[in-house]
């Protein structure tokens, strides 16, 4: 019987050593060599300090930054969780959201939609739109739009809210990527962005549609894929160029 598992042992032995320990050393060794940005996480770093990696999406949210796409990994942007919405073009949660009771039995946002996504572009982007019910009615006490209303409104069943806006929304905007965690959004979005933007660094709006070119990617081969503008990037630049005030 030892016989016959002393050449399995030594197998063993051998092809841990090649393939667990060798192999993995070798392969760290060349993309290190080869790809030494990439292999680290293409981490972005802002004197001295990392901001974060190019290839992972991350929530900015105030106006003087462009905003990247909705996410659905954990409770956003989340990469240990990476994750779209596992929702179909019909799905009437998808559309128009839904709510829940939180633990203090309040009403709360439990999916927020993409007919509430599209009023908050809009009026964050000042996109022209027309409503069935003039928004003023969905704010509440501090003058911001209260989304478990707007939601409650668009799965009114007898009078549901009718939200249009007057131009066509980028599909981006509204819609998360299939991992949750896209860094890039598309230059029409980035380009319906820029005067929310440039109004809060008090620049020009042309000023800062110039610098969007400068982190769009093209197609990858030229047919690949579509352009793209990282966000992380295209934000850091910001900061560079035109600081905001404090």
Request: hydrophobic letters at 40%.
């Amino acid at each position: 019987m030892l016989k016959e598992l002393g050449p399995g042992l030594r197998l063993t032995i051998i092809f841990t050593v090649l393939t667990g320990l060798l192999y993995p050393a070798v392969m760290t060794g060349l993309s290190e060599a080869i790809f030494p940005r990439q292999s680290k996480g293409s981490l972005v770093t802002v004197n001295g300090k990392v901001v974060g990696s190019s290839l992972i999406g991350q929530p900015f949210a105030k106006p003087e930054y462009f905003h990247p796409r909705p996410s659905a990994a954990g409770n956003g942007y989340d990469a240990s969780a990476s994750s779209g919405t596992n929702l179909g073009p019909t799905s009437a949660k998808l559309l128009r959201g839904t709510t829940k009771m939180d633990d203090k039995k309040n009403e709360v946002v439990d999916f927020d939609g993409i007919d509430d996504r599209v009023v908050h572009y809009c009026v964050d982007n000042g996109i022209p739109y027309e409503s069935s019910v003039p928004l003023d009615q969905f704010k509440d006490s501090h003058g911001d739009l209260d989304d478990v209303k707007l939601i409650k409104a668009f799965n009114d069943d007898k009078a549901p809210l009718v939200f249009t806006p007057k131009v066509p929304i980028p599909q981006d905007a509204v819609t998360a990527s299939a991992s949750g965690l896209d860094p890039h959004i598309s230059p029409a979005n980035a380009e319906a962005q820029a005067a929310r933007v440039a109004k809060a660094r008090g620049v020009s709006a042309d000023q800062v549609n110039q610098l969007i070119p400068q982190f769009t990617q093209r197609a990858d081969w030229g047919f690949l894929g579509e352009p793209r503008v990282n966000v992380l990037l295209l934000n850091v630049a910001l900061d560079e160029r035109f600081p905001v005030s404090k």
